[in-house]
């Protein structure tokens, strides 16, 4: 299929662009195979090049001959064109419909694009699960990493290599596999130095109505005990869907086969739940005629709110298993590819300071997420405004990054990066140029060859002028655990997102300046020229002693 | 006169309540006073009793029985004492105490005036109004000061000294005044004026000439305007309802030129049963977001902050952008007109965004134009019904905006929160009694410091590091948003209780031991380059380098962990 068959009006003259907080332009759309973009062909005006994949949906409307489209975009923003004669508009709206629901994976731009900068350090090789394996080998020897997934045949959503209990032998996985959600066996997410303590994820037991059980199972978690401890499952479940779980062959590790496991029940909700949240907080956030009763209500019935603290206090509830109470923690709920992903994620924000680096954020993202099986592809296909019934689509890993702010706002020096590397990856797990989030999981990235025909999101992070961009000028190395408060009062509506192009930041970002140039001068300029300055005073006392 | 103490008292940790401290408490006549057994740290927790708000008792417990203090600031003291008996005399001597029925028993005055006799002279000196008039150009052609009311005798709830425009006649100020209880008079000047009054006594049809032209006389002294706003902040239901009562607002038709603005901020009462579920709110111990949220909107309070800064926003826009003058009352024309005035004047000018320009604000808006503290901060036993947090809600709007504009106030948080808490303490006798003929038939400037030079004494604490007076969102009229979204609790108010470990940090203490380091190192920069040059270093600049190189580059980290973790010890601490 060739683009050009798709598009009816490759360009219009004359059509205006309006959008938030910038000047009205007027000029010639063009729309091309992935992008829409209007030029107003003068120097210094901006242009703007939307990707067609980041339009979430579209409204037209028409007076007399002038038509309007209502660009809803998956950021959020919310943009207007208008273009004169009914048939362009028409054209132009139909054209924009086919290209930015495109289901041919292979059509996605990341196939297209060619980077504009130079590769220092390429993103695809910068978190290979041997190099994070080395690190965890240097503080113990009781696990090892298994390539039983070599070919995805034990659990399609797993990587090729997984870190196991270094007793635990492949034959036992395989069974055990076969007992949980999805293949889904239980493999470390994460060992706490301090006391050696594991966090451990994987996909419901299938224990189903009559309790199943599985010996290998048993062996596999039981093997991360150590003599005599006992550890706890966080089920992110309720008690009562977790019970429900089992008429559909699913289930919960029960006292009777798990003797040395005490298991918690938490309250987080299933994605679909998730994706009418968000389109009601939008649609909250979009209303500026309410008064402060109805957007105060409005807020609360979205419940988004609700979930940013239901996943922290899971993600709190684990880290203290670990570091106060010295237990080894299992967390799963259905599928193990969500709500356990956003838990044993900020469970590691909170007690390794290397996750809060840039670095070791983009490490946690890729082990976390992207290797442990998040169906990025089909959650993030539609945001908040789209038409169209959602399938699978869900902001669990928005909602895991608005936990993260949270807990950046209530630390704001224990962080290497700002918000905006937050908003960063919000922006592309929903429309990219970068290969990065295609796919649903390690075995679906590797048949699409992204690696080879890609550019890795990280490779442009990594680069010097952009992690410089993302860093917080405010930190400083913090090796401590971070407990946040879960309290509601303490939890903020994320500003950097949801009000984004609603109210002006022109403030803020002059305050942020304003920060960024105190601790500069402090740091840079002033340190460098004290020191000069002591160097030279040293040398002179010298050369008087000489004299003397 | 009295000196209870009662030994091994648990003062608890309302977030964890497990970990108590425990110690001995003492009540003495100004204070309540907990002292930690523990002989390393011996930590000490102070309540003043003017502070206090309110002293609960929950039915007694095996381990003893509970006090439940609460202050006017919103925080909270529980302590644990085992003998319900001490427990009770406890309650009785707090509740006494904190009930003063005569100014004298007040803290303020209960000290002698003439330890620092000179100290305290120099204190009330050290804000001057008439400088600030004059900043603002006024006397001048067209607006003067009259004598009217230098004894108090047209209206005793305004200052001596006020400023009406040129053309209005003496029999034109009375008159007016006589048509209301306070006449429009003029606290905010630059073309166009912002004046203040209070309702008219028009009734369903009763009219003043010389307050209409007192009106024409305030338009007319803003050359080419055609006509001035009055706005009248209460909401319009309310102003109609008072004309039964043979007062309201202005009839349009009697006045040539005027437009009417109602605005909409509730009365006294309503304000008062907001803040109690308000602070409610932020005291409630594990809701849930929905209990939080739902109380937040229950409460009503974001809503009476929106429109009291909404009132302010109309002003400063009227003046500034159109360029016409507002009159504004409400119904007495002491408590909404002070807000709407005082936010108006932050919104216009930014000396107003300054630690002394505030006070000053204070001072003329609230002090000088009779605003009355005693009887709405509950400074004495007295009617409950007159007391209402009017001055909080003001303070509140600035906090509101320096979220909105980070650079733009000279001072933080903390210094808001710090007026809040004089305004209710009594300490210094700035806000005794209702107004200023009281304080001065009191002769409290005789009796009592002002509070102003202390907290500019201690103003290093009080200072936003973003401020810069050169900065862009310095200058000019601040445009804030006030679409509800923007709004936000004020945590550092109503829910100051949170511990956590490590501290949480604040940007404003790192910043602040940043600026503070970077001038150290200015310092040396200089002493360096005077030395350097000559070739011969002096013993005594040598010695200044020594003792600041203890904060060399290595050394820095251990400087800055003692600004970010500063707070805990505050928050405990409540004197």
């Given at each position: 299929m060739e683009f050009a068959e798709l598009i009816k009006t490759p360009r219009v003259d004359g059509v205006v662009l309006r959008r938030p907080f910038l000047p009205t332009v007027e000029g010639t759309l063009c729309l091309t195979g992935h992008h829409l973009i209007l030029s107003s062909r003068q120097d210094n005006t901006e242009e703007l090049w939307l990707l067609h994949a980041n339009i979430d949906a579209i409204e037209k409307r028409f007076v007399g001959s002038l038509g309007t489209i209502i660009v809803k975009c998956k950021d959020l923003r919310v943009i207007q064109l208008d273009i004169p004669g009914m048939e362009e508009c028409l054209n132009i709206a139909s054209s924009i419909e086919v290209l930015s629901t495109l289901d041919s994976v292979s059509l996605m731009y990341p196939f297209f694009y060619r980077p504009?900068?130079?590769?220092?350090?390429d993103g695809w090789k910068s978190f290979l699960p041997e190099d994070a394996f080395k690190d965890l080998e240097s503080m113990t020897e009781e696990w090892r990493l298994s390539d039983v997934n070599k070919d995805y045949s034990v659990c399609s959503s797993y990587p090729p290599l997984v870190a196991v209990p270094k007793d635990v032998d492949d034959d036992t996985l395989r069974k055990a596999a076969a007992f949980r959600h999805g293949g889904r066996f239980p493999v470390l997410s994460y060992y706490h130095k301090k006391n050696g303590m594991v966090m451990m994820r994987s996909g419901q037991p299938l224990t189903g109505t009559n309790g199943r059980r599985c010996k290998e199972d048993e062996k596999l978690i039981n093997a991360t005990l150590r003599a005599g401890k006992r550890g706890y499952i966080i089920d992110t479940r309720t008690v009562s869907v977790a019970q429900q779980a089992k008429a559909r062959g699913g289930g919960f590790e029960s006292e009777a086969n798990y003797p040395q496991w005490r298991r918690i029940h938490k309250a987080i909700e299933r994605s679909s739940i998730l994706q009418e949240s968000l389109i009601k907080l939008v649609e909250a956030c979009n209303d500026q005629s309410h008064s402060m009763d109805r957007w105060l209500s409005k807020l609360e019935a979205s419940n988004w709110q609700t979930h940013v603290k239901e996943i922290l206090t899971t993600a709190c509830l684990a880290a203290q298993c670990i570091d106060r109470e010295g237990a080894s923690v299992l967390v799963h709920g259905t599928e193990g590819t969500d709500s356990t992903l956003q838990v044993t994620s900020l469970a590691q924000i909170i007690l390794d300071p290397a996750c809060r680096t840039i670095q070791g954020f983009q490490a946690l993202v890729e082990r976390e997420w992207l290797q442990a099986g998040h169906p990025f592809q089909q959650r993030c296909s539609q945001s908040a405004y789209s038409n169209s019934k959602p399938r699978c689509e869900a902001p669990v890993f928005l909602l895991f990054l608005d936990c993260v702010w949270q807990i950046l706002r209530q630390f704001p020096c224990s962080f290497q990066f700002s918000q905006h590397f937050l908003v960063l990856l919000f922006e592309h797990t929903y429309a990219s140029q970068f290969g990065t989030f295609m796919g649903n999981s390690a075995s679906e990235r590797s048949k699409l060859n992204l690696s080879q025909k890609t550019v890795s999101l990280w490779s442009w992070v990594n680069r010097p002028q952009e992690v410089e961009r993302l860093s917080n000028p405010l930190y400083e190395a913090n090796c401590l655990v971070i407990w946040p408060s879960v309290a509601p009062q303490s939890l903020l509506l994320w500003e950097g997102v949801f009000l984004r192009w609603k109210r002006s930041s022109r403030c803020l970002d002059e305050a942020y300046d304003e920060m960024v140039h105190i601790i500069q001068y402090n740091n840079k300029e002033l340190q460098n020229k004290v020191n000069n300055l002591r160097r030279q005073l040293a040398q002179l006392e010298t050369e008087e002693e000489e004299e003397d | 006169f009295l000196n209870e103490t009662v030994e091994n008292v648990r003062l608890i940790d309302r977030t964890a309540p497990r970990k108590a401290m425990v110690g001995t408490l003492y009540l003495s006549a100004t204070h309540t006073i907990f002292v930690e057994n523990n002989p390393e740290t011996r930590r000490e927790t102070w309540v003043l009793h003017s502070m206090v708000a309110s002293v609960e008792r929950p039915p007694t417990t095996p381990s003893g029985s509970h006090l439940v203090v609460h202050t006017k600031n919103f925080q909270v003291v529980q302590l644990l004492i085992p003998q319900e008996r001490d427990a009770m005399d406890v309650q009785a001597s707090l509740a006494r105490l904190s009930r003063?029925?005569?100014?004298?028993?007040?803290y303020c005055l209960s000290i002698n005036p003439n330890a620092n006799k000179e100290e305290r002279e120099e204190s009330w000196s050290f804000l001057d109004l008439q400088a600030d008039y004059r900043r603002m150009g006024v006397p001048n052609n067209l607006w003067v000061s009259t004598p009217a009311n230098s004894e108090y005798r047209v209206c005793d709830t305004y200052p001596s000294e006020l400023f009406v425009p040129k053309s209005a006649t003496p029999p034109v100020i009375v008159g007016s005044s006589k048509f209301r209880s306070r006449g429009p008079s003029d606290p905010f000047f630059s073309q166009a004026a912002i004046c203040r009054c209070s309702q008219p006594l028009s009734g369903f049809s009763a009219r003043s000439q010389e307050d209409e032209q007192m009106l024409e006389a305030i338009m007319k002294s803003n050359p080419g305007s055609d006509y001035i706003y009055v706005v009248d902040t209460r909401p319009k239901l309310n102003a109609m309802a008072n004309r039964a009562a043979g007062k309201g607002y202005e009839n349009e038709d009697h006045y040539a030129n005027i437009k009417l603005q109602f605005i909409g901020i509730e009365n006294i009462h309503v304000m008062r049963n907001s803040q109690q579920k308000i602070s409610d709110v932020g005291e409630l111990k594990t809701p849930s977001m929905g209990d939080f949220l739902w109380g937040l909107e229950s409460s009503g309070w974001l809503k009476h902050i929106k429109a009291v800064l909404d009132a302010g926003v109309f002003i400063a826009k009227a003046v500034a952008e159109e360029g016409i003058s507002v009159v504004v009352h409400c119904s007495d024309g002491w408590d909404r007109t002070a807000q709407a005035c005082s936010v108006a004047s932050v919104l216009l000018e930014p000396y107003y965004r300054t630690m002394k320009g505030l006070m000053l604000l204070i001072e003329r808006d609230w002090v000088s134009f009779g605003h009355k503290f005693s009887h709405r901060y509950n400074h004495l036993e007295g009617d409950p019904k007159e007391v209402s947090p009017v001055i909080d809600q003001f303070l509140e709007c600035v906090w509101q905006l320096s979220e909105q504009f980070p650079c733009a106030f000279e001072f933080n948080e903390r210094f808001l929160v710090q007026l809040h808490r004089h305004v209710y303490s009594c300490q210094y006798g700035n806000f005794l009694g209702n107004s200023q003929k009281e304080r001065r038939d009191m002769g409290l400037r005789e009796r009592t410091h002002s509070l102003w030079p202390q907290l500019w004494k201690d103003r290093a604490q009080y200072a936003n590091p973003l401020y810069r007076a050169d900065h862009t969102q310095t200058q000019g009229i601040l445009r804030p948003n006030t679409t509800p979204y923007c709004f936000k609790m004020w945590k550092g108010m109503y829910n100051r209780v949170e511990k956590s470990s490590p501290p949480r940090q604040t940007p404003t203490d790192l910043l602040t031991a940043v600026r503070e380091e970077t001038q150290q190192l200015e310092e040396e920069l200089t002493n360096h380059q005077e030395v350097a040059p000559g070739g011969t270093a002096q013993p005594g600049t040598k010695q200044g380098i020594q003792t600041r190189s203890r904060n060399a580059p290595n050394e820095r980290c251990s400087l800055r962990p003692i600004y970010k973790f500063i707070n805990v010890s505050l928050l405990i601490t409540i004197n």
């Open positions: 504009m900068f130079q590769v220092i350090e | 003063p029925e005569k100014y004298s028993e007040l």
